[in-house]
């Protein structure tokens, strides 16, 4: 650089060469220097420029980026400054208003409205792509609410198509958020497939009987079939009578028989069957096995006198038939000497 170009020299004499510029620090570039940030990146210019040309630059991890529009967070500290500025300026202005002003739609616009989609800011941070920022609550104002076990439920299992999604993190994989099911066997395998009829659950919907809280837990009204439940049968377990057994792994529910006898061990001896079959409900109910509503008089032996005040035992006592011990209830001979001596 020709030094009269920082110095005034037509008018000077030997003596007072360079004087003109005595005391001037030299750091302070826009001494001579137009600055055409107006000020916002402060007076230390050799902060991004040396004296070798204006485009040259100087150490660029001391530029401090907050003094932009555009302050750096999360992972825009570690990008490379040509990453963003490619062009031959680097004050040359760069969109920046939006994500995808630099991001592409990794979700291929499944979240686009009219075309448009969504600044990617309403879901993510600078800190990643990976987690979200979108909560339960919002995810109650789509037309799947969670609820239940869903809400312990990780993002991945229902939303990451590809790749195995066994472990955690998950591994890379496409996300899909549209058109992936509403229906419990959307996601869930039907166990019961072939078992139930269809009545009981059109088009397979299983929360007619399950809840999303667990499996476990059930609210099918047992009212609405052939077998009502009342009594013990209100406080009896699912599986009590519903067992896992062959071709039926969680129970059968089809074609399971009503009669007493069927479910519950027949103690009589066969006293009390007719045409093959014993009718417990004609002296027991749902409430236990305690005899609530036998009729003695519609027997051979209608009960009167001091007979009324005789307590069953007194008559019907265990024998031992065949080496089986049950009470007899029926007799052949209703002769005094029977029971009186």
């Not at 020299?9 to 001494?31: E, Y």
């Not at 210019?45 to 660029?60: A, F, M, P, V």
């Not at 963003?84 to 300026?89: A, F, I, L």
């Not at 309403?122 to 869903?150: N, P, R, W």
Request: proline share 4%.
């Amino acid at each position: 650089m020709d030094c009269r170009e920082c110095h005034n020299l037509a008018n000077t004499t030997p003596l007072n060469v360079f004087q003109d510029r005595l005391g001037i620090p030299t750091q302070d570039c826009k001494v001579c220097h137009k600055d055409p940030h107006e000020n916002r990146f402060g007076n230390n210019c050799s902060e991004c420029h040396n004296e070798n040309g204006w485009r040259k630059t100087g150490d660029l991890d001391k530029f401090n980026h907050d003094r932009t529009d555009f302050a750096l967070t999360g992972r825009h500290i570690a990008v490379d400054c040509r990453k963003c500025h490619t062009s031959e300026k680097m004050t040359d202005p760069l969109p920046f208003k939006n994500c995808a002003d630099c991001h592409k739609d990794y979700h291929d616009q499944q979240f686009a409205v009219y075309s448009v989609s969504p600044d990617c800011a309403k879901c993510h941070t600078t800190d990643g792509f990976l987690g979200s920022t979108f909560t339960i609550e919002d995810h109650a104002k789509t037309k799947y609410k969670l609820d239940g076990a869903h809400l312990a439920t990780p993002c991945f299992a229902c939303h990451l198509k590809e790749g195995d999604v066994s472990s955690y993190p998950p591994p890379k994989g496409k996300w899909k958020f549209r058109q992936i099911g509403e229906r419990c066997v959307d996601c869930h395998k039907d166990p019961h497939e072939g078992q139930i009829a269809e009545k009981w659950y059109p088009n397979k919907s299983c929360e007619q009987c399950h809840l999303t809280a667990s499996f476990q837990e059930s609210r099918f009204d047992h009212s609405k079939t052939e077998f009502a439940l009342t009594g013990v049968h209100q406080k009896t377990a699912c599986r009590d009578c519903h067992k896992p057994q062959p071709g039926y792994k969680y129970g059968q529910f089809d074609g399971l028989p009503s009669q007493c006898a069927k479910c519950h061990e027949e103690v009589h001896n066969r006293q009390f069957e007719k045409f093959g079959v014993t009718d417990c409900a004609a002296c027991h109910n749902s409430d236990g096995w305690t005899i609530k509503q036998f009729n003695h008089d519609k027997t051979r032996f209608k009960l009167e006198g001091k007979h009324v005040n005789v307590s069953c035992d007194k008559c019907h006592k265990e024998v031992t038939t065949n080496g089986l011990t049950y009470v007899q209830y029926k007799f052949d001979n209703f002769e005094c000497v029977v029971c009186h001596k």
